[in-house]
Structure formats: C-alpha cells, structure tokens
C-alpha cells in the first residue's frame, strides 16, 4: 500500500523486533491517515527539495512493539504522527541537512536531534503543531 509518493506501508511499519517477538504492527485506519498526513507534510516535501533517497528508519509502532523496544510512553510513532529519518545510509546529504530544512522551512510538531545526529526523529499532528526542538544523547 502507498502512503504517499515514495514511500510504502511496509517501509513504515517493518520491524525486526516485531518479526523476531511475534508483535503485530499493524496501524488503525486512523493511524493510516496520521502516517499520510506527516509523510506528505514532512518527507516528501524533503525528498522533493534534496531530489535523492532519504531512509526512514521508524515509522509507525504499534503499543506492543513500542514497550519491547523501550520507547516513550508518549511516543508519537504508537499514533503515526512520527518518522525517524536517516539521510546519511545514502551518502547523498546528510541527518544535518534534513534537520535544518525541516526546522527552517516546513510545519511540524517536534524534530529531535537524536544520538549526535544519527537520526533525526520528525512529528506532524493534524492541528496544534508546537514546533518543539529537542536534542537527545
């Protein structure tokens, strides 16, 4: 199923730990509309802009998947409302790249700089975006 021009459901919801624990990850309709709204509003307009191949690392995490792989309790990602984005896999820019476009140029709810840049974690909410900038390490 695709969610938006470059990207499918399965790049959004495949999960190592899901296969390996027997977890389902499977989004609501609702959830399916979240994923859409934050990969329109938020990734493609990057892959339009940068004209390459970005990586996205994490997607959509059902409740189940989200507690086996220790995530936030509030975690954006259980609601589809998150991407975690990793740029440099491709070598063509970089998570720095990614970071300031989305933080300079597009709506969003929270962009998270993530372990020194290794990815960088973006949020999209229908309404109510707080533009909030985090740094984890």
């Keep these: 199923m695709r969610i938006s021009k470059h990207v499918i459901l399965k ?24 994923l859409k709204r934050v990969c329109n509003s938020v990734f493609e307009p990057l892959r339009e802009y940068f004209d390459c191949p970005i990586g996205i690392s994490s997607g959509y995490r059902s409740e189940a998947l989200n507690k086996a792989v220790k995530g936030s309790l509030t975690s ?15 070598g063509q820019i970089t998570n ?26 973006v949020s999209f909410k229908k309404i109510g975006n707080r533009k909030q ?5």
């Design 11 to 34: 790049e959004l919801t495949k999960s190592n730990t899901a296969l390996r624990l027997g977890i389902s990850n499977d989004p609501t309709d609702e959830h399916l509309e979240n």
């Design 76 to 90: 954006q990602h259980c609601k589809g409302e998150a991407l975690d984005i990793d740029a440099d896999i491709y």
């Design 133 to 137: 900038i985090l740094t984890i390490k």
């Design 96 to 121: 720095k790249d990614i970071f300031e476009y989305i933080k300079e140029n597009l709506d969003w709810d929270q962009l998270i700089w993530e372990f020194s840049g290794a990815w960088v974690h």
